[in-house]
């Protein structure tokens, strides 16, 4: 729509203080989720005053006898006793003010001017919309383009995201599955490795989504001048977390079930014992391998054994720690090494998108090393802001970073106490002011700690069904109207409510098609079925399990007894 529209004339105030109704005779345009405009005064400039489309209903209607008959067409009834056949039906439209937009502060500012009575309502036209919705413009430097207005056609009203707001305030996917949520974060992830934003981005994968990402290599559209973008993949094979960066708790937290609190107590021992001595050796940067705190908690053994403890209960106790201890740190498979560990600037460098896969990593294991990393990117970027240098060249990070969980959940959930839930919830607070960035991606917004979905401030809010997670989106999720969630359950694949500091107002959202192939597609059951019983599929499983011939020989088999070898 390349015009504003006049579309309706104002009735009065609605029950809210911030809306008012309109009355049309438009079914087509005056849809939920739409913009519309009056005019009025403010200081000496007229303003149109934006407001979204909250709710409709029929005020006047065709007699329901007219409508009984399904082979007569209503207006045919209506014309033959002189009423006007199009248009009879009126709707009352309730409208939710949001301001009139300032060019200057490139934002929406509320005058708190009410419409009268009579005043005309206009449907903005997209070339006005396009202006006053998006922080950014397409291809500007920290914009990222999504997706278009959902009440409009594809691509007629960009929706741009401000990098800036959405890295520096976090941002939060909600989604049910098949919904689309890591689509959208594919999405996301290339709009920040395009030449114009250029960001530093690690995404933790525990599915293995995300890996198709590596056709970012080399794609013309990414590549300008001297940019080009690069996607690195750690396998689990490839990651270790060194033992001395765990702390106290995640080695608890790593412990077998069944962990008394005397073995606890005893390993809080061993911690103090080993710092102390560390510390009284001048080593308290030394890198302590695994064997390091074993043999500080086997020291305890020995010295109850000089005791002489009657019941021998703490000797048993500590070889239970030391047993637990043993079946998860002292393994050749292990995670967890004396030494090795990945360099911060390896997982974060401006133009890189670096890929942890954990999918064959155990959950409690996967926390551990999100809550390790956070905890060392955190640290590292308050050093940076101070000027400080790191004591480890690979910890310098000298520059914002961006993490995207996905299953955020796992590392924040509600109503449990995991290593990775604090660090989590000290990042979204103050990460801020040190350039950490935080975007979680969820199927079970209920499921996830409600302090840490608060905290994020921009929310891309996808088709949810779950009564229980409708609540606490509408309860957690600052920004978004309530008649925008009530469209939730109605939303299609790929249609979003987008809200928060990333998007001047709330909007809906329509979200763009990716340039890298989806990795997170849901398996065709019946036509992998299919498969299976084709010729083909058939005459390869008879050749797989023909038993091995051993190529033929010119020596003779030699007779051991009846049977020949």
């Known amino acids: 729509m390349t015009t504003d529209f006049l579309t309706g004339t104002v009735k009065g105030p609605g029950e809210q203080p911030h809306e008012y109704l309109f009355i049309t005779k438009d079914n087509k345009k005056t849809r939920i989720g739409e913009f519309v405009y009056y005019r009025a005064d403010v200081g000496d400039e007229q303003r149109q005053i934006v407001g979204t489309i909250k709710s409709r209903k029929l005020v006047r209607n065709l007699p329901d006898v007219f409508l009984s008959d399904p082979n007569t067409p209503p207006s045919l009834v209506s014309s033959l006793i002189g009423l006007d056949g199009d248009g009879c039906e009126i709707y009352e439209i309730t409208v939710e003010t949001i301001g009139y937009f300032s060019r200057k502060l490139k934002d929406f500012v509320n005058p708190r001017i009410p419409p009268n009575p009579g005043d005309a309502i206009y449907l903005a036209s ?309 350039g950490v960035g935080i975007g979680l991606i969820t199927q079970r917004p209920g499921k996830l700690d409600q302090d840490v979905l608060s905290q994020c401030m921009t929310q891309i809010i996808m088709r949810i069904v779950n009564p229980i997670d409708q609540q606490t989106v509408a309860q957690s999720v600052e920004g978004a109207g309530r008649a925008m969630l009530a469209e939730l359950p109605a939303l299609t694949k790929g249609q979003a409510v987008i809200s928060g500091v990333g998007i001047n107002t709330p909007v809906m959202c329509r979200i763009r098609p990716r340039i890298t192939e989806h990795g997170g597609e849901t398996f065709d059951a019946p036509t992998e079925w299919m498969k299976y019983h084709s010729p083909e599929s058939k005459d390869k499983r008879e050749m797989d399990d023909a038993p091995y011939l051993p190529p033929s020989s010119d020596k003779k088999p030699e007779k051991i007894g009846n049977i020949r070898i």
């Open 126 to 434: 997209s070339e006005t919309l396009a202006e006053m919705l998006s922080p950014r413009t397409q291809q500007q430097t920290g914009a990222a383009h999504i997706g278009s207005l959902l009440t409009r056609e594809a691509g007629e009203v960009p929706v741009v995201l401000s990098v800036k707001d959405v890295v520096s305030t976090h941002l939060a996917i909600l989604a049910s599955t098949g919904s689309g949520k890591s689509y959208t974060a594919g999405v996301i992830v290339e709009e920040l490795m395009q030449p114009h934003n250029g960001a530093a981005v690690l995404i933790v994968d525990p599915h293995g989504e995300y890996h198709t990402m590596q056709s970012i290599h080399g794609h013309e559209k990414f590549v300008r001048g001297n940019y080009q973008p690069e996607v690195k993949i750690y396998t689990p094979d490839k990651i270790k977390v060194r033992f001395s960066t765990l702390t106290e708790a995640d080695v608890k937290y790593l412990l077998p079930e069944g962990t008394s609190d005397k073995m606890a107590h005893f390993l809080s021992q061993a911690f103090r014992s080993l710092n102390e001595r560390l510390k009284a050796e001048r080593r308290q940067d030394y890198a302590y391998a695994y064997h390091d705190l074993r043999d500080e908690v086997n020291k305890q053994k020995f010295g109850d054994e000089k005791k002489g403890s009657g019941d021998g209960g703490n000797v048993s106790s500590i070889d239970g720690l030391l047993w637990r201890m043993d079946s998860r740190f002292d393994r050749p498979d292990t995670i967890f090494s004396s030494s090795e560990q990945i360099e911060l600037n390896e997982l974060f460098r401006p133009g890189r998108c670096t890929i942890l896969q954990l999918s064959d990593i155990e959950q409690h294991e996967q926390q551990v090393i999100v809550g390790t990393l956070l905890r060392r990117i955190n640290k590292a970027r308050m050093m940076a802001t101070r000027g400080e240098t790191p004591k480890e060249r690979g910890d310098l990070v000298n520059y914002p970073v961006f993490t995207l969980l996905e299953e955020a959940h796992r590392f924040a959930p509600a109503g449990a106490s995991v290593v990775s839930t604090n660090i989590l919830k000290q990042i979204l607070s103050e990460g801020r002011k040190f």
